[in-house]
């Protein structure tokens, strides 16, 4: 199998494709937050790797060119924002105030949570960028001595469980604004947050793209800077 697999360079790739079009439809059949269609098809692939015995490079040979789509993924985000510029403007000190508190709260939680634990080093540099899109946050793990696989598992994991819990979090706590709904998806779930942002909302998604970029672009600046003071 895996010899006749790795000479498919489409197979990865049309595995992925495949297995998240499965997920969204048994998310528009159940209608319930834990089936995302991102965790599904996670879940299918791995499934399908075990239980055919493929390997990993096998699948990874066409499956890495999705990676490709990452960063202009993440440039599209800018054109809700554009739509929605009006409120941004009336909201800019606010939004701004908002998104670098919590980039850099992201940064000190998971480090704060690494010393009581007593977390390897490595592992900890590896955990810091887990809050801001996948694109940004491998080259940051790979400038600070992180482990990028370990950095994309982290990111994904923050952005599922930001989008499962985010609708649940909003009703508990009374969050009705959908300004402050978009900047809470963004800033803490990235991109696969601002999926969920967008569909409660164009403004939840406007305020959910600019998160992810500013909160991008602080985490950038701000976690040399920590690992500078804190002498990691």
């Known amino acids: 199998m895996n010899e006749i697999l790795s000479e498919s360079l489409f197979f990865g790739f049309a595995l992925s494709l495949v297995s998240y079009w499965a997920g969204i439809l048994i998310q528009q059949k159940v209608k319930h937050p834990l089936c995302n269609p991102l965790l599904l098809s996670m879940i299918f692939c791995i499934l399908f790797l075990k239980l055919t015995d493929v390997t990993y490079e096998t699948f990874n040979y066409g499956g890495k060119y999705i990676n490709y789509l990452l960063t202009p993924t993440t440039v ?19 939004v701004l105030t ?12 998971v480090a704060g949570l690494a010393a009581v634990t007593r977390l390897d080093e490595a592992l900890t540099l590896s955990l810091l960028p887990k809050s801001i899109t996948t694109a940004i946050a491998m080259g940051v793990s790979e400038e600070i001595g992180g482990m990028p696989a370990i950095t994309v598992m982290a990111v994904i994991m923050t952005g599922l469980f930001g989008n499962i819990i985010a609708q649940v979090l909003f009703k508990l706590l009374h969050i009705e604004n959908p300004v402050a709904q978009g900047l809470a998806c963004g800033t803490g779930a990235h991109a696969i947050g601002t999926a969920k942002a967008m569909e409660l909302g164009e403004i939840q998604g406007a305020m959910s793209s600019l998160s992810v970029v500013v909160a991008g672009i602080t985490t950038v600046a701000a976690v040399p800077i920590f690992i500078a003071v804190s002498g990691m």
């Open 98 to 109: 908002s998104i670098l508190a919590g980039a850099v709260s992201c940064v000190l939680v």
């Open 76 to 94: 599209c985000l800018a054109v809700p924002l554009y739509r929605q510029f009006q409120v941004l403007k009336d909201n800019l000190a606010a």
